[in-house]
């Protein structure tokens, strides 16, 4: 089981990224997928999340309108799409996994990603 995240980069304020979050060995239709971040010298901080079965989205407050995430099955890969982009998110992005629930708790995640980096900076 294995996830990959991809897609970060320098960006500038106000501009838009589109993160991706493949999986191998595993269809992700059947996980809940979060997104989570870390910005240097910070706790890991989640962002979004996508349930199960019904595709209910959830978002921490600070992205809620900017970012929306989603899934394309017939690519197994989730995306989180990010506009309006500010300076304070910039940070490592990580996709992860649960068998069971959205959740905003990173310990609720069984399967993570590596980070993809998200600079935005003029």
């Known amino acids: 089981v294995q996830l990959q995240a991809s897609g970060g980069g320098l960006v500038q304020p106000g501009g838009s990224l589109r993160l991706s979050c493949a999986a191998s060995?595993?269809?992700?239709?059947?996980?809940?997928i979060g997104w989570f971040r870390q910005a240097p010298e910070k706790k890991r901080e989640w962002v979004s999340c996508?349930?199960?079965?019904?595709?209910?989205?959830y978002y921490t407050d600070s992205v809620k309108g900017r970012f929306a995430i989603s899934r394309e099955n017939a690519k197994n890969t989730v995306y989180l799409q990010m506009h309006s982009l500010k300076p304070e998110d910039t940070a490592v992005y990580y996709c992860?996994?649960?068998?069971?629930?959205?959740?905003?708790?990173?310990?609720?995640?069984?399967?993570w990603g590596q980070g993809t980096l998200v600079t935005v900076s003029s």
């Open positions: 992860a996994g649960s068998y069971y629930y959205c959740s905003s708790r990173a310990a609720d995640f069984d399967s």
């Open positions: 060995g595993f269809t992700l239709d059947g996980y809940a």
């Open positions: 996508i349930s199960r079965s019904d595709n209910f989205t």
